[in-house]
């Protein structure tokens, strides 16, 4: 297969994904798959690392493929798996952790900000090498190409650093270098609540988010309780008004219109008429997605042989990868 190889995932930690996870992920992943050789796992090992109660672990992996699925990850098209289905992630990982210096893997900004937070004692190993097992989830698959948001770019740079140390010790040829495919500004979704912050599974409060597996209504009554500002022009401004801004560009990714289009026809509007646009906009773009989610998540069979077929196709290119490593470093 020719075309360059793209690798992604996301950890099963919530019951559902949001706005920001849709838009600035996943639908990158389905458009990908046109132009790409894609590869989509759910990366329940990265989960352990936040102790993760086993039954809501379980639950949640299998919600988060669904969503994938739902979004439009195409299973004849693209592989699908989860990552602890596929044992080579694991034995790549500690030979990678034996190339990776200790102070290369302790400036990693995420681990010092996350530590800073709780302290050493609330964190774990895991948590310190889970960008060594990244490197693993992306190097395993010979990947040419990984979406990343910013919050990800230093771990990607480790990636590329190992990738390439392997080659200069182990000789050419033995990982391919990735590069990040960075994801469109229009992707980024902030918070509703508070316009000023990225939405996120573990900032974001409930009112701050709006997510795939929601109640419609829900959707709609968090859309119409977005934080704006006291100006009362609809306009596009980052920096003055981080919630009109923010309402604009999830407006334009659901229609694909440009924001000016969007902002000449709400000239003279008020804020109201946007907001209650933009739920039913939202609304009718999720609710197939959601109701297809549903329907994966009431056929477990179908979704564990999908994710069945997934592991074994993956498995079999990791251990080809995993192979010609253990050779050259003597194992
Ligand atoms: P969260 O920040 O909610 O914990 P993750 O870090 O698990 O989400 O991110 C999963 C994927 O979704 C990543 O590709 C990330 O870049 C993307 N993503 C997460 N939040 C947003 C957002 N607010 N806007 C755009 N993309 C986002
Ligand atoms: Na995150």
Request: glycine letters at 6%.
């Amino acid at each position: 297969c020719m075309k360059p190889r793209v690798f992604s995932g996301m950890q099963p930690t919530s019951e559902s994904l949001h706005l920001g996870n849709y838009l600035g992920a996943l639908l990158q992943w389905v458009r990908l798959q046109d132009t790409h050789d894609a590869i989509y796992s759910v990366v329940d090992l990265h989960a352990l690392t936040v102790a993760p109660d086993p039954s809501v672990l379980r639950d949640r992996t299998r919600r988060t493929a669904a969503q994938y699925l739902a979004a439009g990850v195409d299973p004849e098209r693209s592989l699908l798996f989860v990552q602890s289905h596929v044992p080579q992630h694991v034995e790549l990982m500690w030979i990678l952790s034996t190339f990776t210096g200790m102070g290369e893997a302790g400036r990693m900004t995420q681990f010092k900000d996350k530590s800073a937070k709780v302290g050493e004692s609330g964190t774990n190993v895991g948590l310190f090498t889970y960008p060594v097992l990244m490197a693993a989830d992306i190097l395993l698959y010979d990947t040419n190409v990984v979406p990343v948001g910013e919050d990800q770019r230093q771990h990607l740079e480790l990636s590329r650093d190992l990738a390439q140390r392997l080659n200069t010790r182990l000789g050419e040829g033995t990982a391919a270098i990735p590069e990040p495919h960075i994801v469109k500004e229009v992707a980024k979704i902030q918070d509703l609540q508070d316009p000023t912050k990225k939405m996120s599974k573990s900032a974001s409060s409930p009112k701050g988010l709006i997510e795939i597996l929601q109640d419609p209504k829900a959707i709609a009554k968090n859309i119409k309780s977005a934080t704006t500002d006291t100006e009362t022009v609809i306009r596009y401004d980052e920096d003055a008004k981080p919630g009109v801004s923010n309402l604009l560009r999830i407006y334009s990714a659901f229609t694909g219109r440009a924001v000016d289009a969007i902002v000449a026809d709400y000239e003279g509007k008020m804020y109201g008429h946007l907001k209650s646009d933009l739920a039913d906009v939202v609304v009718e773009a999720l609710t197939p997605v959601h109701d297809s989610a549903m329907e994966w998540i009431e056929s477990p069979e179908r979704l564990d042989s999908v994710l069945a077929d997934g592991a074994a196709k993956a498995s079999a290119i990791a251990q080809v990868t995993l192979d010609r490593i253990y050779d050259r470093v003597g194992l």
